[in-house]
C-alpha cells in the first residue's frame, strides 16, 4: 500500500519529487492540462450560467487512467501541480474528472504548493497540505471563458467582414495594436533637422569638450537650433568671446542595485543579454526550476519562474549576505537587508522572485551539470539576487559650465566610479557607464576655445517593438501576466500578424487591417484601459473579492451587442473606413491614389492573396501593389530574377505554378526529362518569394544541414523539419534555412 500518489505536470517534475519522497509515494505527471474546451462554438453555455463543455486529451486520458491505477493501492491522492491560476485549474481537472468517473471513494485529497523544488520545501510542504483555492479555480475558469467568447464570437466576424484575417483574441489582439500603432507612427513620422553647437576648450590642467546650452539668455530645447545658417552664426559671434569657468559642481551619487527577477525582468534581460527569446527563456527556466541531475540527485536550481513579486524569504537573503560577505567582505556588505517593494499591481500569484534555491550552488561550481543556455541562464539570475543585497555603487559626477562674453554657456560633465558596489558582482562590464573624467577646474578660470564645431542631426522615429520592450510594455499597461507574456508573443507571430526582423517587430499587412477593423467596429476591447481592467477583474476573482459570474455578465452583454451590431456591415463598407482610417500609410507610395498607368483612382482591394492597391479602371487597366513594403507579391504572370547560380552560372527565377512558388533555372535542363527546364519547389512556408537573395537560395538548395550532432535541417513533402534522432519537427517560420542552433533546441526540446 502506497503512503500517498502525487500529480504534478511534468516527468521531470515528477523525476525531482521522486527522489524526495522515496518509494513510499508514487509520483506521476499529468503533461499538464489533461483536457480543454471543446474547439466548437457552443462549448460555452451564456444562457446556462457559462456552462462549459469540456474535451479530454488523448493524452489526458492515459495519464487519468494511469492516476486511477495507482490510486486503488493508497488513501491519499497529493495534487502538486504549480503554485499559480494555472497549476490550480490542473488540480482541480484532474480532481473534477476523478469524481465524475467516482474514482475518489473515501479517498483524502491535498493540494500541496512550493515555490522551489528542494527537498526542505517539498516535504515543508507534505506537511502543511491544502484544500483545493476555489477562488483560484473561478479565475482560471473565468479567463478561460473570456478566451473563448472573444475567440469564437469575434473571429468569424473577421473572417466574413475582412477576407484574409485570421483569427482575433482578447489579448492578441490587444498586443497586436501596440505593434501597428507604432509601425503606423513610425511610418508617418516627419524627421527634422536641429543642430548642435560643441566647442573645445584648452585649460591649465588639461582639455575637455563643451556642448553649447544657453544663447542671448536662452536655454536651448532640442530643436531651437534649426539649420545650418543658424548654428554659423552662433558659431561666428562666439568666435572672439572670452571664455570663463562660471561654475563647478561636484557630487557623489549613489546607484541602487536591482530588484531580484520577476518573470518579465526575466524575459527582457534574457533578451537583451543573451539573446534569448521570452519562449526560450521560459522554457530554460522551467527546466532549472524542476531539476537538474547533479551527481545523480535531481536539484531544482531555482524558485518557481512565474512570478511579479520581487520578495524574498528570509532564509534566502541571509544566504546571499553570508556568500557576499564571504567572498567579497563587509564593505560589500549593507548593514541591514534590502526589502524590495512590487511595483506590479496586484502581484499575487508567487510569494517570491526568481532566485537560486541555493547559494552553496555557485554557477562555478555546478557548471559541468548545464548546458550552455542553461548556465547562461542560471549565472544571470544567481548574479541578479546576489548584487540585490549587495552595497550601492558610488559615481563621482562632475558639471562644469563655461561662460562666453555673458552670451552663451557651455556644459560639461564627467563622472569617476569611486566604489563599484553590486556592479562588482552584476553587470560590471554593461552596466558600468564609460567614465569621462574632466581635468582639475577652478571656478572663474579663463580657458582658450581651440575649435568651435557645429554639428547636424535629425529626429528619428520611435524604435519598433523587440521581445524585451514589448514585455515592458505589456506589463506597464497591466495586460497579461507573467504566465502569458511568451504566449502572447508566439500567437501574434504563428497568425501571420507580425514578423520578428532583425529582433524586431514588423506587422503584416493583414495584422495591420485587422487592428484598424477592431479599433473601428469594437474599439472598446482593444482599448489598453479596458484590457487591463479585466485583468483587475480577474485578479480580484482571485482574492475572492468579485463573484465570477458577474464578471462575466458585464462583458458578455456589451460584447454580444457589438458582435450584433457588426451583422450588417458589408465587406466594401469595412474595406471603405479601413482605407479611410489607415490611408495616409498604405497610400504612401501613391500619395495622390491615381493609378500611375491611366490616372484612374486607386483603391484597397482584397484578393485571393489578402489585402492590395488596385486601379477602380479594371479590367481595362491591371495596376495592382501589394501593400507595405515587407509583404509577399502575386508573380502568377510575371518572373523574378533571384541572381545566378554560383555552382551552375546560370540564372534562377522565382515562378508560380498551381500548386505554388518554384525555382527555374533559364538554361539547366531537368536530368529526367531534357525538354524540360530544371525546377525545385519551394516550401509553402515562404510567402514574401520577391525577397529571396541568391543566398538565401542556395542556402534553401544545400539542404539538409547539419545543426548540431544530433541535429538536421531538411525539407520533407510538408515542408522544412528538424531531425532529432528519430523524431522529426516541424518548421514554421519563413526562413527556415538560417535556423541558429539556439532557435533549433528551442524547437526540439518543447514539450
Request: hydrophobic share 35%.
Amino acid at each position: 500500500m502506497l503512503k500517498g500518489l502525487v500529480v504534478v505536470e511534468s516527468p521531470a517534475k515528477a523525476k525531482t519529487l521522486g527522489t524526495f519522497l522515496g518509494s513510499d509515494y508514487k509520483v506521476i505527471a499529468s503533461y499538464g492540462h489533461v483536457r480543454d474546451l471543446l474547439p466548437k462554438s457552443g462549448s460555452v453555455d451564456v444562457k446556462n450560467h457559462y456552462a462549459m463543455v469540456w474535451q479530454v486529451s488523448d493524452k489526458g486520458k492515459t495519464q487519468i487512467a494511469e492516476i486511477k491505477k495507482y490510486l486503488k493501492n493508497t488513501d491519499n491522492l497529493f495534487l502538486a501541480t504549480d503554485p499559480d491560476r494555472e497549476g490550480e485549474a490542473i488540480s482541480w481537472h484532474i480532481l473534477n474528472i476523478l469524481e465524475e468517473e467516482r474514482a475518489l471513494n473515501k479517498k483524502n485529497i491535498s493540494r500541496v504548493v512550493f515555490h522551489e523544488i528542494t527537498k526542505r520545501a517539498v516535504l515543508d510542504a507534505f506537511q502543511n497540505p491544502r484544500q483545493l483555492d476555489s477562488n483560484l479555480v473561478d479565475a482560471y475558469i473565468a479567463r478561460r471563458v473570456l478566451d473563448y467568447l472573444v475567440g469564437y464570437s469575434l473571429s468569424p466576424v473577421l473572417w466574413k467582414k475582412l477576407p484574409g484575417a485570421k483569427s482575433a483574441g482578447r489579448v492578441q489582439s490587444v498586443a497586436l495594436r501596440l505593434i501597428v500603432d507604432r509601425e503606423i507612427e513610425i511610418k508617418l513620422f516627419k524627421s527634422e533637422e536641429y543642430w548642435t553647437v560643441h566647442a573645445d576648450f584648452i585649460a591649465k590642467n588639461g582639455q575637455f569638450r563643451a556642448s553649447l546650452t544657453h544663447f542671448n539668455g536662452k536655454k536651448l530645447e532640442k530643436l531651437d537650433i534649426k539649420n545650418a545658417e543658424e548654428a554659423n552664426n552662433i558659431v561666428d559671434t562666439l568666435s572672439n568671446a572670452l571664455y570663463v569657468i562660471s561654475n563647478v559642481e561636484k557630487k557623489t551619487v549613489k546607484r541602487n542595485p536591482y530588484a531580484p527577477f520577476t518573470t518579465s525582468s526575466l524575459q527582457q534581460e534574457a533578451v537583451k543579454k543573451l539573446g534569448f527569446s521570452a519562449k526560450n527563456t521560459m522554457r530554460i527556466a522551467q527546466k532549472l526550476y524542476e531539476g537538474i541531475d547533479i551527481d545523480g540527485t535531481m536539484t531544482g536550481l531555482i524558485t518557481y519562474m512565474r512570478t511579479d513579486s520581487t520578495a524574498m524569504s528570509n532564509e534566502a537573503i541571509v544566504g546571499i549576505r553570508e556568500f557576499v560577505q564571504k567572498k567579497y567582505g563587509d564593505k560589500y556588505l549593507p548593514k541591514t537587508p534590502r526589502i524590495f517593494k512590487t511595483k506590479t499591481k496586484n502581484a499575487q500569484e508567487a510569494h517570491e522572485a526568481i532566485r537560486p534555491t541555493s547559494f552553496d550552488k555557485s554557477p562555478d561550481k555546478i557548471k559541468q551539470f548545464l548546458s550552455d543556455e542553461q548556465m547562461k541562464l542560471y549565472d544571470l539570475i544567481w548574479r541578479r539576487a546576489v548584487a540585490s543585497q549587495m552595497e550601492n555603487a558610488l559615481v563621482d559626477q562632475v558639471s562644469v559650465d563655461v561662460a562666453a562674453d555673458d552670451i552663451a554657456t557651455f556644459r560639461a560633465t564627467g563622472s569617476t566610479m569611486v566604489f563599484d558596489g553590486f556592479l562588482k558582482e552584476y553587470n560590471v562590464e554593461q552596466d558600468k557607464s564609460e567614465e569621462k573624467q574632466l581635468p582639475l577646474l577652478d571656478k572663474d578660470e579663463t580657458v582658450s576655445c581651440s575649435k568651435l564645431e557645429p554639428e547636424q542631426h535629425f529626429t528619428q522615429p520611435p524604435a519598433r517593438f523587440n521581445e524585451a520592450s514589448l514585455v515592458k510594455k505589456l506589463e506597464e499597461l497591466g495586460i497579461g501576466r507573467p504566465s502569458t507574456y511568451a504566449t502572447i508573443i508566439n500567437v501574434i507571430q504563428d497568425r501571420g500578424y507580425v514578423e520578428l526582423q532583425k529582433k524586431t517587430f514588423v506587422p503584416q499587412s493583414i495584422g495591420i487591417l485587422t487592428t484598424s477593423f477592431l479599433k473601428l467596429f469594437f474599439s472598446k476591447y482593444v482599448q489598453y484601459e479596458f484590457t487591463a481592467d479585466m485583468e483587475e477583474d480577474l485578479d480580484k476573482i482571485s482574492n475572492g473579492d468579485k463573484d465570477r459570474e458577474n464578471v462575466l455578465d458585464e462583458f458578455w452583454h456589451d460584447f454580444h451587442k457589438a458582435i450584433e451590431d457588426s451583422s450588417p456591415l458589408s465587406v466594401s463598407e469595412v474595406m471603405n473606413s479601413v482605407e479611410n482610417d489607415i490611408g495616409d500609410v498604405i497610400f504612401q507610395s501613391i500619395p495622390d491614389r491615381k493609378c500611375p498607368l491611366c490616372g484612374s483612382d486607386v483603391h484597397m482591394k482584397i484578393g485571393p492573396y489578402g489585402a492590395f492597391l488596385g486601379c477602380t479602371n479594371y479590367p481595362n487597366c491591371k495596376f495592382t501593389k501589394s501593400i507595405g513594403d515587407n509583404e509577399k507579391v502575386d508573380v502568377s504572370n510575371s518572373t523574378i530574377n533571384v541572381g545566378k547560380d554560383p555552382t551552375l552560372d546560370d540564372t534562377i527565377f522565382v515562378k508560380r505554378g498551381p500548386y505554388g512558388y518554384y525555382l527555374e533555372w533559364e538554361k539547366t535542363r531537368d536530368p529526367k526529362d531534357e525538354k524540360k527546364p530544371k525546377r525545385f519547389g519551394l516550401p509553402k512556408c515562404i510567402k514574401s518569394p520577391d525577397r529571396l537573395t541568391i543566398d538565401d537560395v542556395v542556402a534553401i538548395l544545400s539542404l539538409p544541414r547539419k545543426i548540431d550532432d544530433d541535429i538536421t535541417l531538411n525539407i520533407g513533402r510538408f515542408g522544412p523539419f528538424l531531425r532529432h534522432g528519430k523524431k522529426s519537427y516541424k518548421v514554421t517560420r519563413e526562413d527556415f534555412w538560417a535556423i541558429t542552433l539556439e532557435e533549433a533546441r528551442e524547437i526540439v526540446n518543447e514539450e
